[in-house]
Structures are given as structure tokens and as C-alpha cells.
């Protein structure tokens, strides 16, 4: 249920939030608003005298989330090898706060790779995200590229999408690609949305080819393109919109 009354004097009028918010001109706004283009925490308004709290509402125009302050932090790391997917560590090892001091903001890491996985990881201030991304009920997609052991057989593909039993149940792939064969190693490319613990390597494992080496490419709609090892940083605009846009927000 929405959390405004437009009736209310409290709060700030919808078009000027939308103007200050880079949307378009207060008149703009307001045509915005009179055509049925905006949504208040998943309500269509139309009324121009609706009033909302900037720090609180959700706010969509044409679709598209509109974000309303700099409080909204999400990050997109290309986490190294060796580093463990937690924000401190009681042995000393590297950990996800040593690439994120610049920001003073309690952060979520959106699931986890695990110490010897490298690539993409999201870590955000907004509670709601992280759980959606992360909640099995979204089916977030992931791409990892992986060298395994041996030489992969044609058929390979085929047995990962119709399902392969692991301890904590069966999972199967979207998606799988032998990207070359060298000597006795095989680089594949791996497309799921199950987020169990050490799922690929525990995959590849019953397979027959375990993982050497995993790089994890793609997140949802984000992919991790050319970012060095160790890269991170903030996640705004369209690519925000479009994450969020994947789990409704």
C-alpha cells in the first residue's frame, strides 16, 4: 500500500521533487504527472498537489526508477583472487572493505564469490536490493567463464541443462559454451541463476572437469566488461535503473 496522502501538508510537492531530481522543468514535471507517467510507491498519481517524502518515496517515471538523493550507494567491484567476500576478516586477509573506504555508508555484498573466485560482486546500502537480487524466487541470471580440468566432451552441455544432482539438490544451467581446448584444459563459459555456495565448482566437480581457475562475468543485466582485478566503482543511471527495473524497484 502506499505510504503518502497527497492531502497532507507535509512533504514536498511531486514536481518539484521530480525537477530537483534532473527529470525535466517543473512545468515538465507536472505534464508528467497529469498524463499518468509517474508512480509513488507503485501507485499511479495524477494529482499535482501530491506531496512526498524525497527520502522515503519510490518514485518511477515512463517505468524508470528516478533516485532522489546521493544516499543511494551501489558498487561494482571486479573483486581479485585471494580477497574474501566479506566486509572484515578476524584472520587479516584481505576483504571487501579495503576497496570501499571512500565510502561512509554501511554496504550489503549482493551474495559472494568465494576466495579463490575472481569478478563481478555488487555491494550496495540498500537492504531491499541486495535481498531481491540475492532471493531465489528473482532468478537473477549469472555468467561465469571457468578453465577446468580435461577436455570436455559435445555432450557435456546437453547433461548440465537437463540437470546434474548435488548434494543439496539438482541444478542445471541456462547456458554452456566450450570457448577453446587446450592441452588438458578446457575453457567454458557457464550461464545459470542458481546462487548455492560454490555452485559451479561444485557442478563442474560431479562432472568430471574441476574448476582451475573462475571468473564470474556477468551479474543480472551488468557484465564486467573491462575492469582490471580490483576495480570498483558506482553504479548509477541507466545501468542502476536497469538492475533495479529486473526486480521491480
Given amino acids: 500500500m502506499s505510504n503518502y496522502d497527497p492531502h497532507v501538508p507535509e ?19 507536472e505534464d508528467l504527472i497529469a498524463r499518468g507517467k509517474v508512480q509513488v510507491n507503485g501507485r499511479r498519481v495524477t494529482e499535482l498537489g501530491t506531496r512526498v517524502d524525497p527520502q522515503t ?6 517505468g524508470k ?13 571486479n573483486k581479485p583472487r585471494g580477497v574474501v567476500s566479506t566486509m572484515s576478516d578476524p584472520e587479516g586477509r584481505p576483504c571487501l572493505a579495503d576497496f570501499t573506504a571512500d565510502w561512509d555508508t554501511r554496504l550489503f555484498h549482493v551474495g559472494r564469490l568465494d576466495t579463490d573466485t575472481e569478478g563481478l560482486l555488487l555491494l550496495t546500502n540498500d537492504g531491499e536490493l541486495a535481498n531481491r537480487l540475492t532471493h531465489p524466487s528473482w532468478e537473477v541470471p549469472k555468467t561465469y567463464v571457468a578453465t577446468v580440468a580435461g577436455q570436455v566432451a559435445r555432450g557435456l552441455g546437453r547433461q548440465l541443462q537437463s ?6 539438490g539438482i541444478v542445471s544451467v541456462d547456458g554452456f559454451t566450450v570457448k577453446g581446448i587446450h592441452g588438458d ?12 555456495n ?20 556477468r551479474f543480472g543485466t551488468l557484465q564486467l566488461g573491462h575492469m582490471r582485478p580490483g576495480t570498483i566503482k558506482r553504479l548509477d543511471g541507466e545501468p542502476l535503473a536497469a538492475l533495479m527495473r529486473m526486480v521491480e524497484l
Fill in 11 to 29: 512533504g514536498i510537492r511531486l514536481q518539484k521533487v521530480l525537477a530537483q531530481a534532473g527529470v525535466g522543468s517543473r512545468r515538465a514535471c
Fill in 57 to 62: 518515496a519510490i518514485i518511477h517515471v515512463r
Fill in 65 to 77: 526508477r528516478v533516485f532522489l538523493d546521493d544516499s543511494h550507494l551501489t558498487l561494482v567491484l
Fill in 163 to 168: 540437470g546434474v544432482e548435488l548434494e543439496d
Fill in 185 to 196: 584444459e578446457s575453457l567454458v563459459e557457464i550461464q545459470l541463476h542458481s546462487g548455492k
Fill in 198 to 217: 560454490r555452485v559451479v565448482r561444485r557442478l563442474m566437480e560431479a562432472v568430471g572437469h574441476p574448476v582451475k581457475a573462475l571468473v564470474r562475468t
